[in-house]
Nanobody, 125 residues
Framework: QEQLVESGGGLVQPGGSLRLACAAS????????IGWFRQTPGKEREGVAC????????WYSDSVKGRFTISRDNVKNVVYLQLNSLNPEDSGVYYC??????????????????WGQGTQVTVSS
């Protein structure tokens, strides 16, 4: 069964770090574009980072560039998102998605075909 499962969320103080994991089952994640998105109530799902299926190129939103890092572990079939220098505006439910074709803008949620259930990140003192 094709499935994405996120983990690693939690409560962290401003300036802290977290590492999120997206475990794929039923498909090889390195064959597809994988993206990380976040969402808060009443707002559209926002792309924060993605890794392209073809060459492993990475993209980041301006709001997280220099603070977040996306990476793959092809042996474990997991895609990670390292979150550093967190601030309260980074709070939200973080989702990973899989884009079967990888032809469009990988930071746009509508390009994705599969989603995980999400993991909550709360940045607060």
């Amino acid at each position: 069964q094709e499935q994405l499962v996120e983990s690693g969320g939690g409560l962290v103080q401003p300036g802290g770090s977290l590492r999120l994991a997206c475990a794929a089952s039923g498909f090889r994640s390195n064959k597809y574009t994988i993206g990380w998105f976040r969402q808060t109530p009443g707002k559209e799902r926002e792309g924060v980072a993605c890794v392209n299926r073809r060459h492993g190129d990475t993209w980041y939103s301006d709001s997280v560039k220099g603070r977040f890092t996306i990476s793959r572990d092809n042996v474990k079939n997991v895609v990670y998102l390292q979150l550093n220098s967190l601030n309260p505006e980074d709070s939200g439910v973080y989702y990973c998605g899989l884009d079967t074709y990888g032809l469009g803008d990988c930071l746009q949620w509508y390009e994705y075909d599969y989603w995980g259930q999400g993991t909550q990140v709360t940045v607060s003192s």
